[in-house]
């Protein structure tokens, strides 16, 4: 293996470390219910999935909003626990225009 594929993977193995720790976080705070925390992990605008369609979120306090909405949800369902399942990463492709 050259030193500039050691390189890479170094570099690999700690982004996946960082992304693993950021979801540690995400989690925790999430199941704190803790919306400023999780909200300022986030950028606006942005999109979201609700009820399987596509939402715009216009700004901090839509999205704030959206996921105060969410997380009490999440909490009325009785979950106790959240856990990352897997993390896979796809390139993104450039859009047409």
């Known amino acids: 293996m050259s030193d500039d594929d050691e390189d890479v993977q170094r570099e690999l193995q700690q982004f996946m470390k960082d992304l693993e720790l950021f979801f540690a976080r995400y989690a925790e705070r999430y199941m704190a219910s803790d919306v400023d925390a999780v909200s300022a992990m986030y950028e606006a605008p942005m999109f979201a999935l609700r009820h399987e369609r596509a939402i715009h979120l216009a700004d901090r306090t ?23 399942a897997a993390l896979d990463s796809h390139p993104s492709r450039p859009t047409e225009r």
């Open 62 to 84: 839509a999205v704030r909003a959206h996921l105060a909405d969410v997380m009490a949800a999440y909490a009325r369902s009785g979950a106790a626990r959240a856990d990352i």
